[in-house]
């Protein structure tokens, strides 16, 4: 089945210590998202790739970065995790058009990236 | 600044009741309205819905839009313990540029229990 596999599942850092999570898809998707959701919080963009196009949001902090290999992999690096940092950590992907609405935004997720910093 | 409100936070039902899950939203360049169950795992796909007033029905879940009044309902019959989950409301906006996609803004959900 078509689908993002999320690695790894869980990530245990210490404070300060880079991580690097990672994303891939299979469903030729030409977006890919990077979400945080902390717990009982909404999921909040942090930024975008549209094709090879990087989209920030303004309030992401620098201390988080992306890269996008390739169509497939999607990468989210944490430069120096706090514990503030701690949440999990969804990719999504979704084919979009701007001009047309027929199957755009129904973002397909997914199973997660749950972060612990120590 | 873009926002959706869910209500309410969370619910305790008995099976076989039904159930109301509301939800409003503040979006500029408003395109959609998406719902998504959230288990223990990935938020799943259950309704896009773009045109007020049409429901949108997959078994005993509906959906509705209002996009005069800026709210959405999810309708749950017939309960049962695995409908059990976070339900995610997210009102998506057009792109604003040339190389940016549209965007999802969610609510922070409505944490549903249905009991035996």
């Known amino acids: 089945d078509a689908m993002v596999i999320q690695n790894p599942r869980y990530q245990v850092t210490q404070f300060g210590k880079p991580v690097t999570l990672s994303c891939s898809q299979t469903?030729?998707?030409?977006?890919m998202y990077w979400y945080q959701q902390k717990s009982s919080q909404a999921p909040k963009l942090l930024f975008h790739?549209?094709?090879?196009?990087?989209?920030n949001e303004a309030d992401t902090p620098d201390n988080f970065q992306s890269r996008r290999p390739n169509t497939s992999f999607c990468f989210l690096d944490i430069r120096s995790p706090g514990l503030g940092d701690a949440a999990m950590y969804l990719c999504?992907?979704?084919?979009?058009?701007?001009?047309?609405?027929?199957?755009?935004?129904?973002?397909?997720f997914g199973a997660g990236s749950r972060l612990t910093v120590l | 600044e873009d926002k959706v409100v869910q209500s309410p936070l969370s619910l305790v039902v008995h099976e076989g009741d039904t159930v109301t899950l509301n939800c409003s939203y503040e979006?500029?360049?408003?395109?959609?309205l998406l719902w998504y169950k959230q288990e223990k795992k990935a938020p799943t796909f259950l309704f896009m819905l773009?045109?007020?007033?049409i429901e949108k029905k997959s078994g005993r879940l509906s959906s509705i839009l209002d996009k005069k009044e800026l709210f959405s309902i999810l309708n749950i019959t017939a309960t049962q313990t695995g409908d059990s989950a976070i339900y995610l409301c997210?009102?998506?906006?057009?792109?604003?540029?040339?190389?940016?996609?549209?965007?999802?803004?969610f609510g922070t959900g409505t944490r549903l229990q249905v009991t035996l």
């Open positions: 999504a992907t979704s084919r979009d058009w701007p001009t047309g609405l027929t199957g755009a935004n129904v973002l397909t």
């Open positions: 790739y549209y094709d090879k196009d990087f989209n």
């Open positions: 469903l030729n998707h030409n977006v």
């Open positions: 997210a009102a998506s906006s057009l792109p604003l540029y040339t190389g940016t996609a549209s965007k999802l803004t």
């Open positions: 773009t045109s007020s007033g």
């Open positions: 979006v500029t360049n408003f395109r959609s």
